[in-house]
């Protein structure tokens, strides 16, 4: 077990609402992660973050912002939800430090229905 | 652009059979490989981690290859079980600290 906790799991909002997703860890590490999983696209970064309020932008940054003021959490908000933006989200952290280095460990997964 | 590709998307074999799956890559300068698996409704889990200077790493029943020359990795199951089924991805760290996952391989064991 790692000690990423994600919530909501589930949730289901309107086109044009703000949305915040939220990545706890447990453990203390510096770097943390923001994925979207889509069918036929395997997994693409978001955003990441390598410490407390030091982000920068992934392969799929527009669109979303994050934050990062305490080292055990990682938030990440859609100011204003598209269909495009349904998908299934995942945070994930890297104690080898930057995530190209060794393994990576996944939360269980925020899932985003944009009605 | 450095892609990731893993053929076929999903496979289904009978429990007892050895199987192999794919994670072909276009760029050879990588940093290190990994192979995770993703159950239904799932976070992934990383199974095995090669890193560039290696040929393989063995965790149990499971032994991952890597060639960089020809841009490809495979990862081998012996005595496949209904448990093993789920999605294997692989993903690939590049010297330029980009990582790039494949869509992954759908296993289905049956019994």
């Not at chain 1, 920068?56 to 495009?84: M, N």
């Not at chain 2, 991952?64 to 448990?83: E, H, M, N, V, W």
Request: glycine share 8%; proline share 4%.
């Amino acid at each position: 077990d790692a000690g990423i906790t994600q919530s909501p799991r589930h949730k289901v909002t309107e086109t044009g609402t703000p949305v915040t997703l939220r990545c706890h860890q447990t453990e203390n590490h510096r770097y943390m992660y923001w994925y979207r999983q889509d069918p036929g696209h395997g997994l693409r970064l978001i955003h990441y973050s390598y410490g407390v309020k030091d982000t920068d932008k992934g392969e799929v940054s527009d669109g979303y912002s994050v934050s990062r003021s305490k080292t055990e959490d990682f938030l990440l908000t859609l100011e204003s939800a598209t269909s495009s933006q349904t998908s299934v989200y995942f945070c994930a952290i890297s104690p080898a430090g930057h995530a190209f280095l060794g393994e990576l460990f996944f939360g269980e997964g925020s899932r985003l229905t944009v009605l | 652009k450095q892609e990731v590709t893993q053929i076929p998307a999903a496979l289904s074999v009978p429990e007892g059979e050895n199987l192999v799956l794919n994670c072909s890559f276009t760029d050879s300068a990588i940093y290190n490989l990994q192979w995770f698996r993703q159950d239904p409704g799932k976070g992934l889990t990383s199974l095995l981690l090669i890193q560039s200077s290696q040929r393989e790493q063995t965790s149990g029943r499971l032994n991952a290859s890597l060639d960089k020359s020809s841009g490809r990795s495979t990862l081998y199951i012996a005595a496949s079980q209904p448990g093993d089924s789920a999605t294997y991805l692989c993903a690939v760290s590049y010297n330029n600290n980009d990582m790039r996952f494949g869509a992954g391989t759908r296993l289905t064991v049956k019994p």
